[in-house]
């Protein structure tokens, strides 16, 4: 097994542990699969935080080994398509019900880029890097995921040089959102997803619903996609319980500045 899952409170750890480089075996994406699909159906999970275990590498890519394997292996049913499990593991992150902040401990390459790009929120710690070294092993991948992250032009030196990129770089370049020493990683990522799951439950959802639906959409579309998740949101009671606590905290505070200035 390659996944570990803890809870603390509205917030579940999913730690990916293979030793020694979290390198993705095929049984690893089925894990992946079932572990961020369950969510869906976990109401009492508010935020999920996906690192690596150790602090050299947060995933090493595909398990070379096992790749080996399956190539080996006579046909199955998959033959015809024999990364669509590879697909459907990053799809489950992306579209996991709840936001998903990465906490990339050590060197991320290739799978480990894409599982990056698919989350919603990357904390890195500063020894940590990226880097698609496919092409030194003769396959390819991960281009179009280092794209979303840091633009074309970065992601195709990456793609054909497989060189290593330290995560200041991939800051300044928008592809995280912050680094951090890394003794501070899962400090600072439990206390991000702890400020999301103090959150209305319903509208952590729906919010991520709609970023997932809308950040590929043109603008217009995009905004209009927002407003409809909106108008759902609106129809459950939690949303008007918000609206009035929201209106009451702000009509006290007025009256201590007039109390204050009187």
Same mark, same amino acid.
């Given at each position: 097994?390659?996944?570990?899952?803890?809870?603390?409170?509205?917030?579940?750890?999913?730690?990916?542990?293979?030793?020694?480089a979290n390198a993705?075996?095929?049984? *690893?994406?089925?894990?992946?699969?079932? !572990? +961020?699909?369950? +969510?869906?159906?976990?109401?009492? =999970?508010?935020?999920?935080?996906?690192?690596?275990?150790?602090?050299?590498? +947060?995933?090493?890519?595909?398990? =070379?080994?096992?790749?080996?394997?399956?190539?080996?292996?006579?046909?199955?049913?998959?033959?015809?398509?024999?990364?669509?499990?590879?697909?459907?593991?990053?799809?489950? !992150?992306?579209?996991?019900?709840?936001?998903? =902040?990465?906490?990339?401990?050590?060197?991320?390459?290739?799978?480990? !880029?894409?599982?990056?790009?698919?989350?919603?929120? !990357?904390?890195?710690?500063?020894? &940590? *890097?990226?880097?698609? $070294?496919?092409?030194?092993?003769?396959?390819? /991948?991960?281009?179009?995921?280092?794209?979303?992250?840091?633009?074309?032009?970065?992601?195709?030196?990456? +793609?054909? $040089?497989?060189?290593?990129?330290?995560?200041?770089?991939?800051?300044?370049? /928008?592809?995280?959102?912050?680094?951090?020493?890394? @003794?501070?990683?899962?400090?600072?990522?439990?206390?991000?997803?702890? @400020?999301?799951?103090?959150?209305?439950? =319903?509208?952590?959802?729906?919010?991520?619903?709609?970023?997932?639906? &809308?950040?590929?959409?043109?603008?217009?579309?995009?905004?209009? $996609?927002?407003?409809?998740?909106?108008?759902?949101?609106?129809?459950?009671?939690?949303?008007a319980e918000a609206?009035?606590?929201?209106?009451?905290?702000?009509?006290?505070?007025?009256?201590?500045? &007039?109390?204050?200035?009187?």
């Amino acid at each position: 097994m390659g996944l570990s899952v803890t809870e603390h409170g509205r917030v579940a750890e999913v730690l990916l542990e293979r030793p020694p480089a979290n390198a993705l075996a095929r049984a *690893t994406y089925r894990e992946i699969r079932q !572990v +961020f699909d369950s +969510f869906r159906d976990r109401e009492g =999970i508010s935020a999920v935080i996906l690192t690596g275990a150790g602090s050299r590498v +947060f995933c090493g890519g595909r398990d =070379i080994h096992d790749l080996k394997a399956e190539r080996s292996e006579p046909p199955t049913a998959d033959v015809g398509d024999p990364y669509r499990l590879t697909r459907e593991a990053f799809w489950a !992150v992306r579209h996991c019900a709840v936001p998903v =902040i990465c906490a990339v401990n050590g060197a991320a390459v290739g799978a480990g !880029v894409a599982l990056a790009a698919v989350s919603d929120i !990357v904390l890195a710690a500063d020894t &940590a *890097t990226f880097a698609l $070294t496919e092409i030194d092993v003769g396959v390819l /991948g991960a281009a179009s995921f280092a794209q979303w992250m840091v633009g074309p032009g970065k992601a195709r030196r990456m +793609f054909y $040089t497989g060189e290593r990129v330290p995560a200041a770089e991939m800051h300044r370049l /928008g592809g995280i959102d912050s680094v951090v020493p890394g @003794t501070e990683l899962m400090k600072e990522a439990r206390a991000l997803a702890a @400020t999301i799951a103090q959150k209305s439950p =319903i509208a952590v959802r729906v919010a991520k619903a709609s970023v997932v639906r &809308a950040d590929t959409l043109p603008l217009e579309a995009a905004y209009q $996609t927002e407003q409809d998740y909106t108008r759902h949101l609106s129809s459950y009671p939690a949303s008007a319980e918000a609206i009035a606590r929201f209106g009451s905290s702000k009509a006290a505070a007025g009256q201590t500045r &007039a109390e204050d200035s009187a």
